[in-house]
């Protein structure tokens, strides 16, 4: 079934990944289009399971018709709450394809492409409170400069924050379009369009809460896991990935390992294989992988 939410990156590998067993238990945490959860359901016996996870509601028009799987329609930061109001305590795999999906970026009226001009949204859950809208008219301009400096990587991030201030002041900033033409002296010709993916990806980060998000999911996957269960994890910028490498390393996010009591490194994961990354071939046909960062790990 084709679904209107593009083609899955990195399909064959990440589900390589999970060492599916025909019986087991497996989350898709991103369930979108489905193309990962088919690819799993096929390899899955009939006694195998699949729950996925998704808070964007375009994303039920997807749904399989299959007994083996079930869609909870959350965000995947409560995935622990609510395998366990489905009495599922173990699983034997968790298959993540963080940030945005080509679906979000092509319909126009969500707000998150900048190639289109549309109200200011980028809210994947879309009954969420905060939008892009409250961002850029609410946040202070301390707040701002912060968002703009750590999720946008942006240098001039304080005169872009005092700028939007400045302007929000004479009317709100409604649109894409209206933020744009706000920043347009820091929109060079020869690099508008990075720095415009640099700005939109900062305000979407705050809106989703994506790192806080990734984070709160990450710390819950040890318990859940079975020994010999596998995380199967695509990231798509430095922030997630740094963050995911740092985890299966560590077991943490700052700091360093925790050691037992004769100095061993005390982990809940470890690493399989290195990074794996889109061929030239995948990127060509599917311009969405071209920042993919695949990293696998085992439970111990």
């Given at each position: 079934?084709?679904?209107?939410?593009?083609?899955?990156?990195?399909?064959?590998?990440?589900?390589?990944?999970?060492?599916?067993?025909?019986?087991?238990?497996?989350?898709?945490?991103?369930?979108?289009?489905?193309?990962?959860?088919?690819?799993?359901?096929?390899?899955?016996?009939?006694?195998?399971?699949?729950?996925?996870?998704?808070?964007?509601?375009?994303?039920?028009?997807?749904?399989?018709?299959?007994?083996?799987?079930?869609?909870?329609?959350?965000?995947?930061?409560?995935?622990?709450?609510?395998?366990?109001?489905?009495?599922?305590?173990?699983?034997?795999?968790?298959?993540?394809?963080?940030?945005?999906?080509?679906?979000?970026?092509?319909?126009?009226?969500?707000?998150?492409?900048?190639?289109?001009?549309?109200?200011?949204?980028?809210?994947?859950?879309?009954?969420?409170?905060?939008?892009?809208?409250?961002?850029?008219?609410?946040?202070?301009?301390?707040?701002?400069?912060?968002?703009?400096?750590?999720?946008?990587?942006?240098?001039?991030?304080?005169?872009?924050?005092?700028?939007?201030?400045?302007?929000?002041?004479?009317?709100?900033?409604?649109?894409?379009?209206?933020?744009?033409?706000?920043?347009?002296?820091?929109?060079?010709?020869?690099?508008?369009?990075?720095?415009?993916?640099?700005?939109?990806?900062?305000?979407?980060?705050?809106?989703?809460?994506?790192?806080?998000?990734?984070?709160?999911?990450?710390?819950?996957?040890?318990?859940?896991?079975?020994?010999?269960?596998?995380?199967?994890?695509?990231?798509?910028?430095?922030?997630?990935?740094?963050?995911?490498?740092?985890?299966?390393?560590?077991?943490?996010?700052?700091?360093?390992?925790?050691?037992?009591?004769y100095g061993n490194v005390d982990v809940p994961f470890k690493k399989v294989g290195g990074?794996?990354?889109?061929?030239a071939e995948e990127i060509s046909q599917n311009n969405r992988a071209r920042s993919a960062?695949?990293?696998?790990?085992?439970?111990?």
């Amino acid at each position: 079934m084709e679904t209107n939410y593009h083609n899955p990156v990195l399909l064959k590998e990440t589900v390589d990944g999970l060492a599916i067993k025909e019986d087991g238990v497996y989350v898709d945490v991103t369930f979108g289009g489905g193309g990962h959860s088919r690819e799993i359901l096929k390899r899955l016996g009939s006694n195998g399971r699949l729950i996925g996870f998704d808070q964007d509601e375009d994303a039920l028009a997807n749904v399989p018709e299959d007994d083996r799987f079930m869609l909870v329609s959350q965000n995947f930061r409560y995935i622990k709450r609510f395998l366990k109001f489905h009495g599922i305590k173990k699983v034997d795999g968790i298959l993540g394809d963080f940030g945005v999906s080509s679906h979000q970026f092509d319909v126009a009226e969500r707000g998150f492409s900048t190639r289109f001009d549309a109200d200011l949204d980028m809210r994947m859950n879309q009954q969420s409170e905060i939008s892009a809208f409250t961002v850029i008219n609410e946040y202070d301009e301390a707040d701002l400069r912060k968002m703009f400096s750590v999720y946008g990587e942006l240098k001039n991030a304080y005169a872009i924050s005092k700028t939007i201030v400045a302007a929000r002041l004479q009317n709100s900033i409604k649109t894409g379009a209206e933020l744009k033409q706000v920043i347009a002296r820091f929109l060079p010709k020869h690099k508008e369009n990075k720095i415009l993916a640099q700005v939109y990806q900062a305000i979407r980060i705050e809106v989703n809460q994506e790192m806080e998000v990734l984070e709160e999911f990450l710390l819950q996957t040890p318990d859940l896991l079975n020994e010999g269960g596998r995380l199967s994890l695509i990231s798509y910028h430095s922030l997630e990935d740094r963050l995911v490498k740092r985890f299966i390393r560590d077991g943490k996010f700052e700091g360093h390992a925790e050691k037992d009591f004769y100095g061993n490194v005390d982990v809940p994961f470890k690493k399989v294989g290195g990074l794996i990354v889109p061929s030239a071939e995948e990127i060509s046909q599917n311009n969405r992988a071209r920042s993919a960062k695949l990293r696998i790990a085992e439970r111990v």
